[in-house]
């Protein structure tokens, strides 16, 4: 009766450490899913900045549609 219990008690703390393990796990993949949604949308940003850049070329306006991307 007794070895039937241990081996009931250490069951139950392989599969508590399990689901665990399975939590950790699943928050690191959302998380890199979440960064790989991101990526192509801070692409646009940075070509968009770099286009904008005035070269001598062009005029000096280029400034007011980067204002719109800075951070405060």
């Known amino acids: 009766m007794q070895d039937r219990f241990l081996r009931a008690q250490a069951e139950f703390q392989n599969s508590r450490k399990r689901a665990e393990k399975e939590r950790v796990e699943f928050a690191e ?5 979440a960064v790989r949604a991101l990526l ?3 692409d ?3 070509r968009a900045i770099k286009a904008s850049r005035p070269t001598r070329n062009t005029a000096r306006d280029g400034n007011a549609f980067i204002s719109g991307f800075a951070t405060r």
Do not use: G, K, Q, V
Not at 29 to 33: D, G, L, M, Q, V
């Open 29 to 33: 993949y959302a998380s890199t899913e």
């Open 40 to 42: 192509p949308i801070l």
């Open 44 to 46: 646009d940003f940075e």
